[in-house]
């Protein structure tokens, strides 16, 4: 599995950004897609995930505020991010993990085999 994530950039506080991760080398269809960030001298954190049929799930810093989404045909993933604060400043990296019904959480950085390079994403006020 290879994952391209881009889309980041800076943006004053209030604005908003569209972070897109490009999925190839298996099927997409199989595949939980998930949104975590890391800011600098912290943890990787989870934002978002989106099951293969669309069901998400959110971080409650971003819930309202971030929409996670994927285009099946189009094997990408998207992040919509609205009213952003300069607490949202971040490296931002998609992740996926095979689909399973019950398996492990979708919030754990362990859960994921397969990461993107980072976009960074810069929010001023």
């Known amino acids: 599995v290879q994952l391209q994530a881009s889309g980041g950039g800076l943006v004053q506080a209030g604005n908003s950004l569209r972070l897109s991760c490009r999925f190839s080398?298996?099927?997409?269809?199989?595949?939980?897609m998930a949104w975590f960030r890391q800011a600098p001298g912290k943890e990787r954190m989870f934002v978002a995930a989106v099951r293969p049929k669309g069901d998400t799930l959110y971080a409650d810093s971003v819930k309202g505020r971030f929409t996670c989404s994927r285009d099946n045909a189009e094997n990408t993933a998207f992040l919509q991010m609205t009213n952003l604060e300069p607490e949202d400043t971040a490296v931002y990296f998609c992740?996926?993990?095979?689909?399973?019904?019950?398996?492990?959480?979708?919030?754990?950085?362990?859960?994921?085999?397969?990461w993107g390079q980072g976009t960074l994403v810069t929010v001023s006020s």
């Open positions: 992740a996926a993990a095979w689909f399973e019904p019950f398996g492990s959480s979708l919030r754990l950085v362990s859960t994921y085999r397969n």
């Open positions: 080398g298996r099927s997409f269809n199989n595949y939980n």
